[in-house]
């Protein structure tokens, strides 16, 4: 039981994946933390523009220290999309994402590419979206719970970005597989999609 889920920024994939995860039993990885994690070191250095040194970051990543608190910032979050789209970071992350998805008892993935590129053949692909407006509300809601400046404003012009390189790039762009089931969740709250995304995978169990 392999499962896809792809979205654009703030879609809700991530919660999805990790509630279907939980309630199937199988393990869940949030690629977003992957090129977040190449991202935040690069930022850390200063090099978020020099194109070896996030190569050489994807290269050197260390699973099992990534700490989603630190890496789930709006900083972290557009310097993950910058590097994101040079293919030879992407490359550097592809075993490790596929050695993932060859659990013998099936995984859970969630990303922008996942069912495009890293597991085509996936048993169900889920592509989750939103308005860039209800999007924009829900993270507004969990960086304003945190940080007294945050403004809905900053947040909306950040994912209208994060769409625009996410979409455009000509590195494994953001896209629907064709074989993928569309699940728009601006009018449902969490519960609610979680239900239809597990009538979905349901489906095709
Ligand atoms: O999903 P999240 O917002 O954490 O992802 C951060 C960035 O990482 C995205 O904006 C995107 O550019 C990149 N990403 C990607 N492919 C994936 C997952 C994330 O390009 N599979």
Redesign the pocket.
């Known amino acids: 039981m392999l499962i896809a889920i792809?979205?654009?920024?703030?879609s809700g994939?991530?919660t999805l994946g990790k509630r279907i995860a939980g309630h199937l039993g199988l393990a869940h990885l949030?690629?977003?933390?992957?090129?977040?994690a190449v991202?935040a070191a690069c930022l850390a250095i200063g090099k978020l523009d020099d194109e070896a040194a996030s190569v050489a970051a994807a290269h050197a990543l260390d699973v099992s220290t990534l700490d989603p608190e630190t890496?789930?910032t709006g900083e972290?979050?557009?310097a993950?999309?910058?590097?994101?789209?040079r293919p030879e970071v992407?490359a550097a992350?592809i075993d490790l994402?596929r050695r993932f998805a060859a659990r013998p008892e099936g995984a859970v993935?969630?990303?922008?590419?996942?069912g495009t590129?890293?597991c085509p053949d996936a048993t169900v692909k889920l592509f989750v979206t939103a308005t860039p407006e209800v999007r924009a509300e829900r993270r507004y809601k969990e960086l304003s719970a945190r940080d007294p400046f945050a403004s809905y404003e900053a947040v909306l012009a950040d994912i209208h970005k994060?769409d625009a390189?996410?979409s455009n790039?000509a590195?494994?762009p953001?896209l629907k597989a064709d074989d993928a089931v569309l699940l728009d969740t601006s009018a449902l709250g969490i519960e609610e999609s979680f239900a239809a995304a597990l009538a979905i995978v349901e489906r095709a169990r």
């Not at 792809?6 to 703030?10: I, R, S």
């Open positions: 792809d979205g654009p920024a703030a994939k991530g949030d690629t977003g933390l992957l090129y977040r991202g890496l789930r972290i979050g557009e993950a999309s910058v590097v994101a789209a992407r992350l994402q993935l969630d990303g922008r590419d996942i590129v890293i994060r390189r996410d790039r590195a494994a953001l």
